[in-house]
T-cell receptor, first 112, second 117 residues
Framework: AQSVTQLGSHVSVSEGALVLLRCNYSSSVPPYLFWYVQYPNQGLQLLLKYTSAATLVKGIKGFEAEFKKSETSFHLTKPSAHMSDAAEYFCAVEGSQGNLIFGKGTKLSVKP | DSGVTQTPKHLITATGQRVTLRCSPRSGDLSVYWYQQSLDQGLQFLIQYYNGEERAKGNILERFSAQQFPDLHSELNLSSLELGDSALYFC????????????????FGPGTRLTVL
């Protein structure tokens, strides 16, 4: 069965610092992987997705993620954090029924 | 704005009651997914409809049911409500052109926050 594990329920960075949010997946088949962002009192917005076309995936808002099969990882990065990046981030893998299976989420705080 | 609308935004009700949550997908999207987000369970898939037919079921309780109407809007019915049903309920839609292959992005609505007292 597919699953994702997000390491760190809370991550705090300073404005301008590197953002690294960790996600490891478990899947018996080549996975489709996603990162979503949720701002307070809003729905989820897709940041980027991996569908096997390229291992380095560039998304919106300056985020990117690298698929590493050997490490079963799909970590999300952004070179320089902005205050507006403060939100909750969810890693997800496609389930066998076409649904999304989400990790527990990581809350990102950005300090001025 | 994702183009997916959900009503109501907030719902407060009592244990044992029944409520209906409504979702209108993006124009042209045939698939509707329902998810529940709670503090203890996180984000969990409940059920999917495709063009009026149930396609997939996740962790949906028997007290919950859903349907998708000919105009493609969907309703999630929650009955015999319990305190533990308090959560944020999201609807998402996709065009699902690949019908199961996952190159179709899911667009999420703003959610309905259900509070059961």
């Amino acid at each position: 069965a597919q699953s994702v594990t997000q390491l760190g329920s809370h991550v705090s960075v300073s404005e301008g610092a590197l953002v690294l949010l960790r996600c490891n997946y478990s899947s018996s088949v080549p996975p489709y992987l996603f990162w979503y962002v949720q701002y307070p009192n809003q729905g989820l917005q897709l940041l980027l997705k991996y569908t096997s076309a390229a291992t380095l995936v560039k998304g919106i808002k300056g985020f990117e993620a690298e698929f590493k099969k050997s490490e079963t990882s799909f970590h999300l990065t952004k070179p320089s954090a902005h205050m507006s990046d403060a939100a909750e981030y969810f890693c997800a893998v496609e389930g066998s029924q076409g649904n999304l299976i989400f990790g527990k989420g990581t809350k990102l705080s950005v300090k001025p | 704005d994702s183009g997916v609308t959900q009503t109501p935004k907030h719902l407060i009700t009592a244990t044992g009651q029944r409520v209906t949550l409504r979702c209108s997908p993006r124009s042209g999207d045939l698939s509707v997914y329902w998810y529940q987000q709670s503090l203890d369970q996180g984000l969990q898939f409940l059920i999917q409809y495709y063009n009026g037919e149930e396609r997939a079921k996740g962790n949906i309780l028997e007290r919950f049911s859903a349907q998708q109407f000919p105009d493609l809007h969907s309703e999630l019915n929650l009955s015999s409500l319990e305190l533990g049903d308090s959560a944020l309920y999201f609807c998402a839609s996709s065009d699902d052109l690949s019908q199961g292959g996952f190159d179709n992005e899911q667009f999420f609505g703003p959610g309905t926050r259900l509070t059961v007292l």
